[in-house]
């Protein structure tokens, strides 16, 4: 038995040393590297390494394998000194692993071994913009975020010129001697060590430019943006410039904006002063026209209305007026200002009659709906697609108000008071107030909200806090209040007429009775004075701010939902139902200083537009209204409550 064992030992020996001879030249007795990492380059990765202190090889071998069939491995030596080294012509975004072996007289230690993947980091530009002026065309772009590459190239076709610029700190480059009316292609690249990046590509098409960019055609007091073409302008960099409207006015700004008063031609020039002080100037002629429409039925692509109790509200611009319509549907009609063409129409399928518009300062029109069988809240884009829709507890008669961060408050005729984030039409917050009918909603500077309903006003802070509450008020339902300084204005039904509340703590400071029917829209002067209507009735109401009578004004025309507008010059504008009148007050002492026929009922309110011009909507046969139009030359006050809404886009905010 002892013989067998002896045996077996002897051959378990003999094949161990057999192994030993047929192992690589590794040896587990010496030492491997203590560390070892990589970095990626471009189509190259570098590796270093820290040997142990009592290590002494002779030299490095370096190997590689990738992870790809398209990306070959390899192997290289270093000196013994060396703790690191470039692995070059690699494939970018191929995988590689990475080992080294210390070699000593006695053979290869054990390997240690990373992974690593290049990475192009040829750069290109970025924004590359191309600016065409006359024989030439200016490029603009971003330089890469790197140190490496040496110069661009720009090459131009047709023609395969090709342009070396070897700043790389440059950011733009005029390319001259071009072709007018010829469109270029142009390729720019930086070039590195490695190779170029990809290209960036702009297209541009020289011709004959222009002083300055603006609409050469205008109608009397559209106002426009005058910019100086700096493609025109390129005797170096524009320290200021000054321009001369040609109808005795003139402007320092940069990009004034502006409206002529009168038909004609005139010749706007702007002189431009280089940072060498040099100067350069040029100018445009622009033809002045009269105004294109003073009319327009409210009629297109099928959907029709008329219009009650709202006025048109105007886009942030100016440029657009947007008016919601009461009958036989609550379609919103939008218009171009200029040329009195329409330019969509959002279908409503129940009638608004009151509920907006409103304009918020990213163009977004809201508007509400007095019925609650149906989404009855809607935000609208200003290229008339809708934002979002919400149906709330009850129909929604009074007009919203829009605070400046962005909340919607909407008052429904079940009187829940709601507030709405305007980014999506989610419910911030809601509070059932007293009363059968929601009135009337208002925030002043603070951003308070005033609500008003058949039994109370109310305040409440921003976060739903209630400030205060008046009992036995009876607000006119469809009406709106009105602010000035801390005084809420708001107007009252069954000959209660007009109440006068300290918003500071909720107290009445008087009331100014009527002797008719429900007062509507209040609006306030620079002085204070309030003015009001009475529905059914044929009288307009000035009180002065301590409640006192300034004058009442019979105009023997009935009024009914009928609000005023204010111009800076103190004229108080009106509609009428009977006689189909448009009327201008003088706020000092009631008289009438303008009259003008509209030929259809007028049931709203009026607005001044900031082209000078009267707009109201009106009521006409077949259930089809209109917008009027009337050339009073004459601006809207705006340091007061001036119109419903207190500004032309609607929000019932104090400014």
């Avoid at 029709?304 to 009461?326: A, E, Q, R």
């Avoid at 007429?497 to 009527?514: E, F, H, Q, R």
Wanted: glycine share 10%; hydrophobic share 35%.
């Amino acid at each position: 038995m002892k013989k067998i064992i002896y045996s077996l030992l002897f051959v378990i020996t003999a094949v161990c040393a057999a192994c030993d001879e047929e192992l690589p030249k590794a040896s587990f007795d010496l030492y491997e590297l203590k560390t070892l990492t990589a970095t990626a380059g471009d189509m190259n990765v570098a590796l270093s390494w820290e040997a142990y202190p009592d290590a002494r090889p002779d030299e490095y071998l370096i190997s590689w394998t990738s992870g790809s069939s398209g990306a070959e491995g390899g192997q290289m030596t270093v000196e013994a000194e060396a703790s690191g080294a470039t692995v070059s012509d690699l494939v970018n975004d191929v995988a590689y692993t990475f080992s080294v072996q210390p070699r000593y007289t006695g053979g290869l230690a054990s390997k240690r071994s990373t992974s690593c993947t290049p990475k192009n980091a040829r750069y290109p530009v970025t924004g590359l913009t191309a600016s065409a002026g006359d024989k030439k065309v200016r490029l603009r772009w971003t330089k890469p975020a790197s140190e490496r590459f040496t110069n661009y190239q720009i090459t131009v076709s047709p023609g395969n010129q090709v342009i070396k610029l070897d700043d790389t700190t440059l950011e733009e480059y005029m390319v001259e001697g071009l072709t007018n009316d010829q469109e270029y292609k142009f390729d720019v690249v930086c070039i590195y060590p490695m190779g170029n990046s990809v290209s960036a590509e702009a297209m541009a098409t020289p011709g004959i430019i222009y002083p300055v960019a603006v609409n050469t055609e205008l109608v009397v007091w559209e106002s426009a943006v005058f910019a100086y073409n700096d493609m025109y302008f390129t005797g170096g960099n524009v320290k200021s410039v000054s321009w001369d409207f040609g109808d005795g006015t003139a402007s320092t700004e940069t990009t004034p904006s502006h409206a002529f008063a009168a038909t004609g031609t005139y010749t706007v020039t702007i002189t431009v002063t280089y940072t060498n002080n040099t100067t350069e100037s040029g100018s445009v002629e622009i033809n002045v026209v009269g105004y294109k429409w003073d009319s327009l039925n409210l009629n297109f692509n099928g959907l029709t209305g008329y219009v009650k109790t709202s006025n048109p509200v105007f886009s942030p611009d100016g440029k657009t007026m947007y008016i919601p319509t009461s009958t036989p549907a609550g379609h919103l009609f939008a218009l171009d200002v200029v040329s009195g063409e329409f330019k969509w129409v959002f279908a409503i399928d129940k009638i608004t009659y009151g509920g907006g518009a409103l304009v918020g300062s990213d163009g977004t029109i809201y508007q509400c709906v007095r019925d609650a069988s149906i989404k009855n809240v809607y935000a609208i884009n200003p290229n008339g697609t809708q934002k979002w829709s919400l149906q709330l507890d009850g129909p929604i008669g009074a007009f919203p108000a829009l605070s400046a961060d962005g909340v919607l408050y909407c008052l429904t005729n079940k009187s829940t008071l709601y507030a709405l984030d305007v980014a999506n039409g989610a419910i911030k917050w809601q509070q059932s107030l007293d009363g059968t009918t929601g009135s009337a909603v208002a925030i002043d500077r603070n951003g308070h909200i005033y609500a008003g309903t058949s039994e109370a006003i109310y305040a409440f802070s921003a976060n739903k806090e209630e400030l205060w509450k008046l009992s036995g008020v009876n607000v006119t339902e469809q009406g709106t209040f009105a602010l000035n300084g801390n005084t809420l204005y708001a107007t009252l039904k069954s000959k209660a007429g007009l109440v006068a509340v300290d918003i500071t703590n909720g107290t009445k400071k008087w009331t100014y009775p009527t002797t008719g029917g429900d007062a509507y829209f209040p609006i306030v002067d620079k002085k204070g004075v309030v003015y009001f209507t009475e529905k059914g009735s044929q009288t307009v109401y000035a009180v002065d701010a301590d409640g006192s009578k300034v004058w009442v004004k019979k105009v023997n025309n009935n009024l009914n939902y009928s609000g005023a507008a204010l111009s800076t010059d103190g004229v108080l504008y009106i509609g009428t139902q009977s006689n189909n009148k448009i009327f201008g007050l003088n706020t000092a002492d009631g008289s009438t200083v303008y009259e003008e026929s509209v030929g259809q009922q007028v049931m709203a309110s009026v607005s001044i537009g900031p082209d000078k011009r009267l707009y109201c909507g009106t009521i006409g046969a077949s259930n089809i209204g209109s917008i009027k139009a009337f050339d009073i030359n004459k601006t809207l006050e705006t340091d007061s409550w001036s119109i419903r809404g207190g500004d032309i886009q609607g929000t019932n905010r104090q400014k």
